[in-house]
């Protein structure tokens, strides 16, 4: 792929994202027909890395999305991940915290979902919706009743959050995981065009949810929420990326390409036998090749 994505759209650590700056309708130099064909191209390169992820069985990869609703979310996992191996690959999404989740802190359930040595992990939603719709809604941080007034959340109660959260991560890159962050860049415009098309084409009404248009209405206040969540928390080694995401067909193609120069840093290797093996796995071959037919 004559394209490097991963530089184009990297939010280097200490660096100071402003969104307003950010093209949601940018797609380069690449077309629709282009883009689709690589797809298809970079879809058998992931698959044979993901092979190769569990075959090593030394790392995981743990992908992050994070998007304002119609963004595009759900169909870039499914059009990324539709040739990979499901044994090795698991998508979690993260809806309101449940009863039992509130007795814990913000990042337990995260924990359980992460994935295991040799598989890749995909978070639909994750950690970081206690910085962004909890932050354009404090009130949410009551239920889980560490706090009494919403006068608590104060500046010094997001730096601990996000204090936290950069550590959550530094800890899991410590000891294998890998970490890609994705903010699928939508622009307000569009997200009116494509809730318009879940309200008028009938097989698209079940996505459709009158609550996405009152959350519409706080745009600016998440646009603020997600620019600082990601400047805050963009690390080397857990690192956002930033993608437009008005044309799906590119978010699409910029997207697995970050996923695999990811997986090719990993340096991932197939196991080598050892002597013994090697002559047990030749011995094997005798045998099988002396059976009768």
């Known amino acids: 792929m004559n394209y490097n994505f991963s530089d184009d759209f990297l939010i ?22 282009e883009a689709k064909q690589l ?21 995981s990869l743990l992908i992050i999305l994070q998007a304002m609703d119609a963004a595009g979310k759900d169909s870039l996992i499914e059009h990324v991940f539709g040739g990979v191996n499901p044994q090795g690959c698991a998508v979690t999404s993260f809806k309101t915290p449940s009863s039992k989740e509130y007795q814990h802190d913000f990042l337990w359930r995260q924990y359980n979902a992460l994935p295991e040595k040799g598989k890749i992990g995909i978070f639909n939603r994750s950690h970081y919706e206690s910085v962004l719709v909890c932050k354009v809604h ?26 936290s959260i950069r550590n959550f991560e530094k800890h899991l890159a410590n000891n294998g995981t890998k970490i890609i962050k994705i903010f699928l860049n939508v622009s307000k415009d569009e997200q009116k065009q494509r809730f318009l098309d879940r309200i008028n084409e009938e097989d698209k009404n079940w996505k459709f949810s009158s609550a996405d248009i009152t959350e519409r209405g706080f745009w600016d206040e998440y646009m603020k929420a997600y620019e600082e969540a990601i400047n805050e928390t963009s690390t080397d080694s857990a690192p956002w990326f930033v993608i437009p995401a008005d044309q799906k067909w590119f978010s699409r193609v910029a997207a697995i390409q970050i996923i695999i120069d990811k997986l090719e840093e990993m340096n991932l290797k197939f196991p080598e036998l050892s ?18 037919q």
């Open 12 to 33: 280097k650590e200490n660096s100071k994202l402003e969104i307003k700056k950010q093209s949601s309708g940018y797609k380069g130099k690449i077309d629709k027909d």
């Open 39 to 59: 797809l298809e191209q970079e879809k058998e390169k992931l698959r044979l890395l993901q092979e190769k992820l569990y075959a090593d069985g030394s790392q």
């Open 138 to 163: 404090p009130e949410y941080n009551l239920s889980e009743k560490v706090w009494s007034d919403v006068k608590q959340f104060d500046k010094k109660f997001w730096e601990n959050r996000y204090e």
């Open 275 to 292: 002597g013994n093996e090697k002559i047990a796995l030749h011995e094997s071959k005798l045998r099988l090749e002396s059976e009768k």
